[in-house]
């Protein structure tokens, strides 16, 4: 079992920034990729960021929906057992739920099936 706990959401201005917290325990947070996903009210829940445990045959460790490339970036930190998502410029469009997940396997992170626990969610409130 994993338990993840996410933190940092808030209302804040189109514009603004904010630093999502993911605190993970129950299991060794360092062995598995890790996801951010959100959900604004009516939608399906969508992928928003992953990050590898290592680096893919290309190099890449972290990959991004292309609604948030350049505008977000996700990070982890193994002796925190605590993965970040730093949310900058943000949107209306981006107000939603925000969860994070630990990975089943290191492809087709941007897929809700690669994914086995999940946090509740943090709520992002971005005004206009």
């Known amino acids: 079992q994993v338990q993840l706990v996410e933190s940092g959401g808030g209302l804040v201005q189109a514009g603004g920034s904010l630093r999502l917290s993911c605190a993970a325990s129950?299991?060794?947070?360092?062995?598995?990729?890790m996801g951010w996903f959100r959900q604004a009210p009516g939608k399906e829940r969508e992928f928003v960021a992953s990050?590898?445990?290592?680096?893919?045959?290309?190099?890449?460790?972290?990959y991004y929906a292309d609604s948030v490339k350049g505008r977000f970036v996700i990070s982890r930190d193994n002796a925190k057992n605590t993965a970040y998502l730093q949310v900058s410029g943000l949107r209306p469009e981006d107000t939603a739920i925000y969860c994070c997940?630990?990975?089943?396997?290191?492809?087709?992170?941007?897929?809700?099936?690669?994914?086995?626990?999940w946090g509740q969610g943090t709520q992002v409130t971005v005004s206009s």
């Open positions: 990050i590898l445990v290592g680096v893919s045959w290309s190099g890449a460790r972290s």
């Open positions: 129950g299991r060794t947070f360092s062995n598995y990729a």
């Open positions: 997940a630990t990975a089943l396997r290191s492809w087709g992170l941007e897929e809700r099936s690669a994914y086995n626990y």
